[in-house]
């Protein structure tokens, strides 16, 4: 069987270009987690790198298949230069985790909660899971592996977190596209929810 990673950095490559910087996160009885670091214009796009090494497999199996089930990476996009975003690559790190750490199976429309700021002065605590496709394609494998997808992650405030739970993500969305929310602003407030 082929590793996967080398596969995933080569999608990633082609997608967003040469990274600026990597860093390797490694947390105790998980595989290591890298974060790269991509940036165009005034947009840093960082993406994980090593969530997909293994399958997410439902916590309720009494065995954990090592072959079949949905593999992902995630991808953040914002604006360069507003704030300290590169201190996130620990957030994104834990999350990418979190599938092997706390059996979730990471799909869109979840939200992941790192209970605290992504990074330094961030209004955000959690991320939403969006649509995969747009900016990275999914990435096929042979089968009887799942294809990689690369999961775009969008930042929430704790009041859209709490509104999303009662309303959903579709319905999130619809507010932000609505109010015309720049989703990569690193600093922006919390879209009117009344």
Not at 113 to 124: I, K, R, S
């Amino acid at each position: 069987m082929a590793d996967v990673l080398p596969l995933v950095e080569a999608r990633l490559r082609s997608a967003l270009g040469e990274p600026g910087a990597r860093a390797a996160v490694t947390f105790l009885g998980t595989d290591r987690v890298e974060v790269l670091r991509f940036q165009a214009g005034d947009i840093v796009r960082y993406a994980t790198l090593g969530m997909s090494a293994q399958p997410m497999n439902d916590p309720t199996a009494v065995v954990a298949d090592p072959v079949k089930g949905a593999r992902a990476e995630l991808v953040l996009s914002v604006r360069a230069g507003i704030a300290d975003t590169d201190k996130v690559l620990r957030p994104l790190a834990v999350l990418a985790a979190s599938p092997q750490v706390e059996g979730l199976i990471v799909a869109p429309g979840a939200s992941l909660d790192v209970g605290e700021p992504l990074w330094p002065g961030a209004p955000f605590t959690s991320v939403l899971v969006a649509e995969p496709g747009g900016l990275v394609e999914d990435l096929e494998l042979d089968e009887p592996l799942d294809p990689v997808r690369f999961l775009p992650l969008l930042p929430m405030t704790p009041n859209e977190a709490a509104w999303k739970r009662v309303h959903g993500a579709q319905a999130l969305q619809e507010r932000w596209l609505t109010n015309g929310t720049d989703l990569r602003d690193p600093a922006r407030r919390s879209v009117p929810l009344e």
